[in-house]
């Protein structure tokens, strides 16, 4: 914007004084006008290097300056020694030896054509070292019991001074009731003692401006005995008389000072002195000092002034005295005199100097710096405190000097006084502009210089309108103020003005901007000391105003970034406080502001945090085992404090280390604490809140209990047999604070339970004893009890327990077991008689292991298996057993000893299960309406194997019919299934059977491929099938594999007749390549071995998912179902790259001796996108 910027531009750019608010353009000549200058009093201090004599002034034409000194003129040109400033009046005096002779009073004076200003008067002192007369004093002789005074009489120097009496050796005289200087430095004495004889009474006196102490030859005080007639010492008492004040007084004192009333008196005894305001109280400020001697009022107001009064009395009488006190002030203002006046020619001027004072300050006027009596003149009238010019003429421009004078003070003001005629000169730029917010007020400038004074009319320019109205205010200045600003008033307006000497004017335009307001205001916010707080502040403002824009942040109404700088960062409007502490708790302000307005919003952050710790801890209601702790919480950081801790500490069990004692709730400020006997306590509390635990509080006092007998027993005890002979009791001692008292022992008493009456006892200090030669697991009844030096505990409670334990001595009976189903039995037995258990039930231990497999009536090694049933229970399951097989099962009893004897073992079969899952089924050499399916048999038949149940159906776009067939063979390992539809995709379930019933199935998808591509007889070969005998080895399908690009859809492969025929020689060339391969290998390697397999047990299932190879299954069923689009569609080019249909080497793929072809499933290395699996029909 350039309206404010050019606005102040203009200003600048004027030389101007106010008059009435007008401004002086620079070409009107001025009247001198002293801006500085040096008042009061100069004193020259020894440690000063110059003293400055300020004198500077404006006006126009510049002012010309000179000096009077004492009422004489002083040229301080002529003389070399000073320093002399050529652009002002001011001139520096050196601190010489010289500086003596410049004593004096000072005035400047300021003078151009039109007329003089004066300076206030300044006094330079050049202070003399102060110093006491060199004088012979004779010794001060009195009788004991005499008043007498010490005279001081202090040298005169520069205030402020200090004086005190000190003897030759720098001791202070001591001051009393009795003895006491007074304010003018004289020692007074109300009566004498004989002890007040000394030679070396000095007087000191300290002038700290001149850094000077000085002391005054010392006096000597011979004090004599008083002696009656008969030679007997007999001092004689009198009534208090007055020694200072010595007559009546008047004190005046200027309003603002302090006021100080002396009273010393004199008598025997000492008289005191009280002090009393005649008709009225003390006031308020009074403070009495000097052993009641003197009484000072600071800063003293009219009502300070009245009458006081001083009483001194003792036994004998009393002694008054009357102080009068006048309040005065010096000369002030009681109007403020006009310091400047523009008056047209021939207007009559009123210059009025109107002050108070007490006494009433006398008024002076000068002319220029002149008597007025020096200039007569018919037009003037001086009527007490005014002058009155008549029909003023230019000769009567002059510098008016008005003075009130009394003896606190004088006032001077100079009074300026220009009297012409000008036209207006409208001193505001033109063409300025102006801008401002919708609702606002604004103010257009129009200031004008004009004598006689200007008549100023605004108008509206463009577009056109009148100014009417309540919203617009034309101001003494001249200036136009619209209030409430409404779009229409935006465009130019004008401002005339007019007088006798001619006429101005000026054009101004107004704009309207939108407002600058805070659209997302700061939140108030709860935040953890040591976190970090974040305060938003989002802005909307006029996009004319956006560069401009400032966005500043106030805390509690300081600048943040001026006064707390460390810790804050602010980024467009965002303030941000890292490591919060308690002093960033409070108010903070976002202030948004324009050149035209501005906008703020409050938030208040409130810092959490632990509590202070607790303080004042008292101990109150002292006991022998209990005492009451006190304490004030201190500042809960904003967070209420919900509970107290109380520690303790003890000294001699364990210094220093601090124990929890019991907790109360936050509104409990004292608990009351039991206490063990013999501690010596001391406690502190913890206060918490919802953020932490304070830091723990000052201890308390430490206070001891008195020791007694202990107030428990052991406890925990535990009666163990580790052999069978002994019985090993032990317990938990007491904790140190516990044993109430020295000397703690434990008394142990046992007894066979309901054998014995009598105990058997033993005193010991350990907290364990052994008890040898017992019976074998025998009742015992055992009890524990502390003594210390004070006495016993309370009689403890008796335990029972039993001695040592031995291995049982029988084993279980009766075994009988159910088989359930063919992995799972049920055993039980008839429980082991007490006597034979010889010790404390354990429980029972199931032993069983597989003896032959039914299968093939093979013995198998011995692998024992077992199952704990604890506790006293006589029957158990027995899971995961092997169906069709035979077992052994024997059960034994067992205590904390050991195990005992075994049963004798009896057997149990288990019956025939269903097989488990195939682990491989291919689909394979896919035609039109038929797919070969290919498997290997179970690992584990868990029976005698009668076939397999082969289900399967159509899954495209829904499920279609499950169909089944039985496979009565089971040898088989391969099928055909014929009539399917073309172009669809199925899914095949295979399961193997036993009498018994069919196992879990293994999946896999396939599907027939359009009439349009067939795929040839000889592209697949025979696989011949396994039979059951091997069922327990690993097998791999190898299959033949057709390329990607072999299995393209036929919507893209019959797009020519050559093409097809092509494609299908390729095929039958690479399936015949891959059959030479297979037999060249066999040759090689020999016979397939499966030996290894059978030493290796695995899981084939999980075998095949671990292999990546072309014959790995996946048995998942719940892969996604696919088209039959899919399969010959979706094939990738690159794997189309790779010859499927040939195998390396190293894949291991070996033929049997009877021509077949068993792939080890789990040694391929290479997995294609596509795989057809075959079995022979």
């Not at 998942?1116 to 794997?1135: A, G, R, V």
Request: with cysteine; hydrophobic share 30%; proline share 7%.
């Amino acid at each position: 914007m350039r309206g404010l910027r050019s606005l102040i531009v203009g200003l600048l750019l004027a030389f101007f004084s106010t008059a009435f608010g007008l401004y002086f353009p620079p070409h009107v000549e001025q009247l001198p006008t002293i801006t500085a200058q040096t008042s009061g009093s100069l004193i020259a201090l020894p440690y000063d290097e110059n003293f400055l004599f300020k004198c500077d002034a404006k006006g126009n034409p510049r002012p010309t300056y000179r000096w009077t000194k004492d009422g004489m003129d002083f040229d301080s040109h002529k003389d070399s020694r000073l320093i002399i400033e050529e652009s002002s009046g001011t001139f520096l005096l050196p601190n010489t030896k010289e500086k003596t002779k410049y004593q004096g009073k000072y005035r400047c004076y300021a003078s151009n054509k039109l007329g003089t200003a004066i300076s206030e008067e300044s006094e330079f002192i050049v202070p003399m070292v102060p110093k006491f007369p060199k004088e012979k004093t004779e010794p001060v002789v009195v009788t004991e019991g005499d008043s007498v005074v010490l005279e001081c009489n202090p040298p005169q120097g520069i205030p402020p001074w200090q004086l005190y009496w000190m003897t030759n050796d720098l001791r202070h005289i001591e001051q009393n009731e009795r003895v006491s200087m007074g304010l003018n430095g004289n020692l007074y004495f109300s009566n004498t003692l004989v002890s007040d004889s000394r030679d070396d009474y000095c007087c000191f006196a300290s002038f700290s401006r001149i850094r000077t102490i000085v002391q005054k030859p010392r006096l000597v005080l011979r004090v004599k005995p008083s002696q009656g007639d008969d030679d007997i010492t007999s001092v004689q008492k009198r009534k208090p008389s007055i020694l200072v004040p010595s007559s009546h007084s008047t004190t005046y004192i200027k309003k603002g000072e302090e006021l100080e009333l002396e009273c010393i008196a004199e008598g025997l005894p000492t008289p005191g002195v009280e002090w009393i305001k005649m008709l009225e109280n003390l006031p308020t400020r009074t403070q009495i000092k000097n052993y009641g001697k003197l009484l000072t009022i600071s800063n003293v107001t009219d009502q300070v002034e009245g009458t006081y009064m001083c009483k001194a009395k003792n036994d004998l009488g009393e002694a008054e005295h009357h102080f009068q006190v006048v309040v005065e002030e010096p000369p002030s203002w009681q109007e403020e005199p006009v310091k400047s006046q523009l008056a047209e020619i021939g207007s009559d001027i009123h210059i009025k100097c109107s002050a108070r004072g007490k006494p009433q300050p006398t008024i002076t006027w000068k002319r220029n710096g002149q008597p007025l009596d020096d200039f007569p003149s018919t037009n003037y009238k001086v009527l007490d405190d005014r002058i009155i010019i008549l029909r003023a003429e230019q000769r009567d421009t002059a510098v008016y000097q008005c003075e009130a004078s009394n003896r606190h003070g004088t006032l001077l003001v100079n009074a300026n006084v220009l009297v012409m005629n000008h036209p207006p000169l409208i001193l505001t730029q033109n063409y300025l502009e102006y801008a401002t917010m919708l609702g606002k007020s604004v103010i257009m400038d129009c200031r004008v210089f004009s004598s006689p004074p200007a008549t100023i009319n605004w108008r509206r320019e463009d577009p056109e309108g009148s100014l009417d109205g309540e919203r617009y205010s034309l101001l003494k200045n001249g200036s136009l103020q619209i209030h409430k600003v409404e779009m229409e008033d935006m465009g130019q307006y004008k401002c005339l003005a007019n007088s006798s000497e001619g006429t101005m004017s000026l054009t101004t335009e107004l704009f309207i901007k939108d407002s600058t307001r805070i659209v997302e205001p700061p939140q108030d916010m709860k935040v953890k000391r040591g976190s970090m707080a974040e305060l938003e502040c989002q802005v909307e403002c006029d996009p004319t105003l956006r560069r401009e824009l400032e966005i500043l942040w106030m805390k509690d109404g300081m600048n943040i970034l001026s006064n707390f700088s460390e810790g804050y960062f602010t980024d467009d409007g965002i303030l941000q406080i890292v490591n919060v502490s308690h002093s960033d708790q409070g108010n903070y302000t976002c202030v948004v502001r324009t050149s035209l307005d501005q906008d703020t919003a409050s938030a208040y952050i409130t810092v959490l945090d632990v509590p202070a710790p607790p303080v004042q801890l008292t101990l109150s209601e002292l006991k022998d085992r209990s005492v009451r702790l006190q304490w004030v919480a201190a500042s809960d950081h904003n967070s209420p404090i919900t509970e107290f801790i109380i520690q303790y500490e003890e000294n001699h069990w364990e210094p220093e280390k601090w124990k929890e004692i019991i907790r109360v709730a936050g509104s409990q400020f004292s608990a009351p604490l039991t206490l063990y006997g013999h501690i010596n306590y001391q406690f502190r509390v913890i206060a918490v809140n919802a953020i932490g635990r304070s830091h723990p509080s000052m201890p308390s006092k430490r206070y001891k209990t008195p020791p007694c007998a202990p107030d428990r027993n052991p406890e925990n005890i535990k009666i163990e047999g580790h052999l069978p002979h002994q019985m090993d009791i032990s317990w938990e001692p007491l904790l140190p604070v516990e044993h109430n008292g020295p000397g703690l022992e434990y008394k142990l008493s046992y007894r066979l339970l309901g054998v014995e009456d009598s105990w058997k006892e033993q005193m010991m200090k350990r907290h364990s004893f052994v008890v040898r030669d017992t019976q074998t697991f025998v009742p015992y009844e055992v009890k524990i009890q502390a003594f210390n030096s004070h006495g016993w505990a309370p009689e403890p409670r008796v335990v029972t327990g039993y001695s040592g334990e031995d291995l049982p001595l029988a084993a279980p009976e009766d075994i009988s077991v159910e088989v359930l189903n063919s992995t799972l039995l049920r055993v039980s037995w008839s429980p082991v008689p007490q006597t034979a258990l010889r010790g404390h039930l354990g429980g029972y231990t199931v032993h069983w292991w597989q003896t032959q497999s039914l299968l093939n009536s093979k013995r198998i090694p011995s692998e024992r298996q077992s199952l704990t049933i604890p506790g006293n229970r006589s029957h158990t399951m027995v899971p995961g057993l092997k169906p069709f097989s035979e077992y052994s099962l024997t059960v034994n009893i067992f205590n904390r000893r050991g195990n005992g004897p075994s049963s004798s073992p009896i057997s149990f079969t288990t019956p025939q299960g269903v097989p488990e899952q195939p682990p491989i089924l291919r689909a394979t050499n896919f035609q039109k309406d038929s797919i070969t399916l290919v498997w290997a048999p179970p690992h584990e038949t868990n029976g005698f194997l009668t076939g397999y149940l082969l289900q399967y159906q159509t899954v495209n776009e829904t499920l279609g019919e499950l169909k089944s067939v039985n496979i009565n063979a089971p040898d088989t390992t391969q099928w055909v299934l014929r009539d399917l539809q073309d172009d669809n995709w199925y899914k095949f379930y295979l399961s193997a059977c036993t009498q018994v019933g069919c196992g879990s199935a293994i999946s896999e998808e396939g599907g027939t491929i359009s009439e349009a591509f067939t795929m040839p007889k000889h592209s697949f070969p025979e696989v011949s099938t396994v039979s059951a005998e091997t069922s327990t080895e690993s097998y791999e399908l190898s299959t033949s594999e057709v390329t990607s690009s072999d299995l393209m859809s036929s919507k893209h492969l019959v797009a020519s007749q050559e093409w097809f025929v092509a494609i299908m020689c390729a095929v039958a060339l690479l399936t015949l390549l891959v059959l030479i391969g297979c037999f060249v290998l066999k040759n090689k390697f020999g016979k397939y071995a499966v030996k290894e397999k059978e030493e290796t047990p695995a899981d084939p299932e999980a075998q095949a998912m671990g292999e990546e190879s072309p014959c790995e299954y996946s048995d998942n069923d719940e892969k996604p179902l696919k088209s039959s689009q899919q399969l010959f569609t979706d094939i990738k080019e690159d794997d189309s790259s790779e010859d499927s249909s040939t195998m390396s080497e190293d894949d291991g793929s070996e033929f049997d001796e009877d021509g077949s072809f068993i792939g080890e499933y789990s040694g391929f290395k290479r997995r294609v996108s596509t795989e057809v699996n075959g079995h022979p029909p």
